[in-house]
């Protein structure tokens, strides 16, 4: 890995994911980023459910999306993900790349901010657990 | 029409519901179908929305399809819907056509249920509606 | 199991295939069953979309789905697939279970055809396999 | 409209389309700029489907997406479009307004490159007609 993510979810193309063009159309990458946050929340105690339950409403801000290569019918790939947080913004850096080759195949920036009881504000709980996760790796 | 329907919604085939064979897969149909009960309900005051929020959950017991032709990219299509009420189950009879030439597409039979306040009850609402519908149809 | 399957696909739902209610929506459980009938395909060294560039298209003709029990946010199920071919039909039982309880989500059968070169006709490779697996159950 | 945009297509939300948040799902909005990319060649004579048969690949290379407002059950919207086309790539500019507040919903940038008998090249077709477009609005 050129970079150093936080999480990975490993994932395969389904049939009814591909289009005309016979790959991934572009809307599903949305879902297997935002199904690879929400896997990466429950991997650190956190589920998007039970924060949507307490007002805490994760919302995407902005997405930057790189098509580097497209997924094909059959093809396995991995979601990698770095997450940060700054000023109110959490970033997740995903990247995804075809397996067993490695082949980068997108490369985003998503950035998420939180509805706290509907007022734009940090929810603790993520802010926590993503500033752990910085200062974990900068100890190594 | 060789049946009497109560309610059409004309649509279009959007490229991102066809999949690797060039056709709309067979999932986007339940989509199209659940789309034309929801603006059904909403031609006759009802909104699908609003009743979830006052505890009335419509739920599809059973669906039964028979795809006949595909639709395909640049297709236009109808949708047309007549509804039935009988011993706490909501009957859809929903079919496709194609447009312009009304090429039957696809035949269903819905079959939806409501909870009210979290327990199998009917919905004086919906009931009410369908009830005067084939009053109305009746006389005529 | 209370039936023969002769297949079985586990996975998890995604948040993203839930809708308003907050269950997984009506339409998604057609990608779950073609997923799993595609899968099953793989599992007996058949590919769908090689089968397609042979000209083989297997089309759905007709589907019936009982819908007992909704699934939700974070659920793990299984898709278990019991096949049988006769009459220029191939019949896929589908049936949904929730995991870790087996609590039966979903009953279907789904009948598919197969256009070879644009004609309606058995496709020997998929009869085959299913006629392979009925016999060697029997043999059991 | 603050931009001089080509063309506009005007949609209405569809309930499948909502999450469990209650409103459109991050990955639709693709769904709905793709939709409106076709319908805008469509209305200049292109087909996406013909071009396809040409061995004309519109692929979308990167996609800039800037989440303002919600879209909900029930909403009506309108995707606006400029497009633009430099050094090999189109650019689409496609803003999402709800109707009939014009309240923006989402500022994109969509960059498009095609794959012509499979190599990167300008399609004349497409590049003719951004072109022209481009003309007809300097002159006024």
């Known amino acids: 890995m050129a970079f150093d993510y936080d999480f990975e979810l490993i994932l395969k193309v389904r049939d009814y994911e591909c289009d005309m063009q016979g790959v991934v159309n572009n809307s599903v990458y949305m879902n297997y980023l935002e199904h690879a946050r ?8 956190l589920d998007f459910k039970e924060l949507l339950k307490q007002n805490i ?18 093809d396995e790939f991995v979601v990698r ?15 995804i790349y075809r397996l067993p ?5 997108m490369k985003t920036v998503i950035t998420v901010v ?7 504000a940090p929810a603790s ?9 910085r200062e974990l790796k900068n100890e190594m």
Chains 1, 2, 3, 4 share one sequence.
């Open 125 to 133: 709980e993520i802010v926590n657990v993503i500033e752990r996760l």
């Open 81 to 95: 993900l770095k997450a940060e947080y700054s000023a109110m913004k959490y970033i997740f850096y995903q990247d």
């Open 38 to 45: 929400h896997e990466f929340l429950q991997s650190v105690g």
């Open 101 to 105: 080759d490695n082949k980068l195949c």
């Open 57 to 74: 409403v994760a919302v995407v801000a902005r997405a930057e999306l790189s098509y580097k290569n497209p997924l094909q019918s059959g």
């Open 114 to 120: 939180t509805l706290v009881n509907g007022k734009l």
